[in-house]
């Protein structure tokens, strides 16, 4: 069992950074991924980032190069760092933790134990 715990989103310009943070607490060993998928209003959860457990990185096209996940092990924190935002990257961003390896890592279906979601506003 994994416990995930969110913090850090809020209401920022366009331009402006944020950091999100998410903690995890329990089980984590073996291949497994912890990231990020976002949703906004009246639309699906798309998948932001995502770290493996070798450290390999992935992000979405939309925020590749603007966002940047980082992990710290020994605080078993994954962190979202998110600059140059839009109004476009408004929505709720959850932490999301894949405990057994797919390959399929923007896959929403795969991810098995999920935050409780943190919102991110970008104003124009």
């Known amino acids: 069992q994994v416990h995930l715990v969110e913090s850090g989103g809020g209401l920022v310009q366009t331009g402006g950074s944020l950091r999100l943070s998410c903690a995890a607490s329990?089980?984590?060993?073996?291949?497994?991924?912890m990231g990020w998928f976002r949703q906004a209003p009246g639309t699906e959860r798309e998948f932001v980032a995502t770290?493996?457990?070798?450290?390999?990185?992935y992000y979405a096209q939309s925020v590749d190069g603007r966002f940047t996940i980082s992990r710290d092990s020994a605080k078993n924190t994954v962190y979202l760092q998110m600059d140059s935002l839009t109004p476009e990257d408004t929505a709720v961003y959850y932490c999301?933790?894949?405990?057994?390896?797919?390959?399929?890592?923007?896959?929403?279906?795969?991810?098995?134990?999920w935050g409780q979601g943190t919102q991110v506003t970008v104003s124009p």
């Open positions: 999301a933790f894949d405990s057994a390896y797919s390959g399929r890592v923007g896959d929403s279906t795969t991810y098995d134990y």
């Open positions: 329990g089980r984590m060993s073996g291949n497994y991924l």
């Open positions: 770290t493996r457990w070798d450290d390999n990185r």
